[in-house]
């Protein structure tokens, strides 16, 4: 299986901050690399599909980078919807794992 | 706009079998090259992927999961379904259906809390 590592597990931040999550596949997953976003008690909602592409509907304040081993996911100005949970999952091979999770908290 | 909605027994007991249905509305289950998968998530905890199955039939189950689990389709009635047998405490969670494709998993059901306890 491939394992997917996200960091930081939590951040705390302001309206405004930009702020910058990580992903680490165990090995090379290409392109294949996808966010999600999760407000409590909501099902995941596709972000960025293929490392950096970007969801119809999603707000253009939401970049993906990477390809290969290491991703990142970055928010240019946090706005107050934000606060919630992210994800990034390999659509690589099967099982499709997720990373463990980074929360976004308010400061 | 496409709609999946999950439905099954929200209490099941220890070593019996789990058994949860997605009905996908505005649109047909065997449109386009996509396959239908099942996701969990234990009460503040991580994503975990089920498997997945296509409307040929073709199945890909999480190895951890695979002797316990049986996923079907039925294209006329725009459904598909999950089994898991023997479950335990462990098994209790939101569990999720959603349409896949190597890019990414674009709709969601809003998810069913499946509760193992006697």
């Known amino acids: 299986d491939i394992q997917m590592t996200q960091s930081p597990s939590s951040l705390s931040a302001s309206a405004g901050d930009r702020v910058t999550i990580t992903c680490r596949a165990s090995?090379?997953?290409?392109?294949?690399l996808n966010w999600y976003q999760q407000r409590p008690g909501k099902a995941p909602k596709l972000l960025i599909y293929d490392a950096s592409s970007l969801q119809s509907g999603v707000p253009p304040r939401f970049s993906g980078s990477g390809s290969g081993t290491d991703f990142t996911l970055t928010i240019s100005s946090l706005q107050p919807e934000d606060f919630a949970t992210y994800y990034c999952?390999?659509?690589?091979?099967?099982?499709?794992?997720f990373g463990q999770g980074t929360k976004v908290e308010i400061k | 706009q496409l709609q999946l909605q999950e439905s099954g027994p929200g209490l099941v007991k220890p070593s019996q079998t789990l058994s949860l249905t997605c009905t996908v509305s505005?649109?047909?289950?065997?449109?386009?090259?996509?396959?239908w998968n099942w996701i969990r998530q234990p009460a503040g905890k991580g994503l975990e992927w089920i498997g997945r199955i296509y409307t040929s039939g073709s199945t890909y189950y999480c190895p951890s999961l695979r002797s316990r689990v049986t996923m079907s389709v039925d294209t006329y009635k725009n459904q598909f379904s999950l089994k898991v047998s023997s479950v335990t405490a462990a098994d209790t969670a939101v569990y999720y259906c959603?349409?896949?494709?190597?890019?990414?998993?674009?709709?969601w059901g809003q998810g069913s809390r499946v509760t193992v306890s006697s």
């Open positions: 999952q390999q659509s690589y091979s099967t099982p499709e794992t």
């Open positions: 959603a349409r896949g494709s190597a890019e990414g998993y674009d709709y």
């Open positions: 505005g649109g047909f289950i065997s449109s386009g090259n996509y396959y």
């Open positions: 090995q090379s997953i290409s392109s294949y």
